[in-house]
């Protein structure tokens, strides 16, 4: 029993879980993958009604898997088990799928920084170190989104010419430091590793859903047998033991008279009319002529 009860309640904390992780995946893409270039928002346009499509299942989902656990439902925990397998492969899909989107989908993301000197200064002392480590400047643009204030993270030194551009600033690297956080990101697998992630917490959400089914499933058949066991055993008693006559109900037996009341008592001519019905008269008598 108390075995049971772990089963549902993880079971309850994972979909909780599913139903956070949908409705972050449904606002996302809306609220930070969107540019206002119009060719990158037209890229960018599958991989945000994707990202939106596993968010709706995963609420879908996870509103059946609820229901199904804590009203110990068998049919909903078996919709959820075979949704939560069709999920599976759809993570692995995203798997696959979003990794050569990540540029555009960083780009989109950091695209709102811009111009740095003005909208990105949270972003001033980490892109500075990251300038002056992986020889690059700026993020999407490179030194342009610098605008008029290059720092002098941005200045090549040693000067190499195959990555550093000749600008009226000077010598600046080329390239933008988004390609390089990209590569990083590409390098660790991150997306991919992430969609993993969530493959494994899916597949132990479907298994701890079958479990739950076949205890539900041992318990209905335990309660059944146990009936058919109650059922026959009160059969095979009342045909063993003799069975007394049925017993009328009040309304349907004689009236009883109380003791002390004795049976009415009916007049002589009432009387002779009763005697009558039982005794019939004798035959009228008739004169033969001898006396």
């Not at 108390?2 to 904390?13: E, N, T």
């Not at 599958?46 to 990202?51: L, S």
């Not at 899916?202 to 058949?221: F, G, N």
Request: with cysteine.
């Amino acid at each position: 029993m108390c075995c049971s009860c772990s089963v549902r309640g993880w079971l309850l904390f994972f979909t909780i879980l599913q139903l956070i992780g949908g409705m972050s995946f449904i606002v996302t893409p809306w609220k930070y993958y969107r540019s206002s270039e119009n060719d990158l928002d037209e890229r960018l346009s599958p991989v945000r009604w994707t990202i939106f499509t596993a968010g709706v299942v995963s609420i879908i989902l996870g509103i059946t898997g609820l229901h199904g656990a804590r009203k110990k439902n068998k049919n909903f925990l078996i919709m959820y088990s075979v949704g939560s397998c069709l999920r599976c492969f759809g993570l692995w899909f995203l798997a696959y799928y979003l990794p050569p989107q990540l540029p555009n989908v960083m780009k989109a993301w950091y695209a709102e920084y811009i111009p740095l000197q003005t909208n990105g200064r949270d972003l001033v002392e980490g892109l500075t170190s990251l300038q002056t480590i992986g020889e690059c400047c700026g993020l999407v643009n490179g030194y342009e989104d610098w605008v008029t204030h290059v720092p002098s993270s941005c200045k090549c030194y040693p000067l190499r010419l195959d990555s550093c551009v000749l600008t009226k600033y000077g010598y600046v690297y080329k390239q933008p430091c988004l390609d390089l956080v990209v590569k990083i990101y590409m390098d660790m697998n991150i997306v991919r590793n992430i969609c993993i992630f969530y493959v494994v917490i899916t597949a132990i959400e479907m298994l701890l859903a079958l479990v739950m089914t076949c205890r539900i499933q041992k318990a209905s058949s335990a309660e059944v047998t146990m009936a058919l066991t109650y059922r026959n055993a009160t059969n095979m008693e009342m045909a063993t033991t003799p069975q007394a006559p049925p017993m009328l109900p009040a309304t349907q037996a004689p009236p009883m008279l109380p003791a002390t009341q004795a049976p009415p008592m009916l007049s002589s001519t009432q009387a002779h009319l009763h005697a009558s019905s039982y005794y019939p008269p004798p035959p009228p008598y008739q004169y033969d002529g001898k006396n």
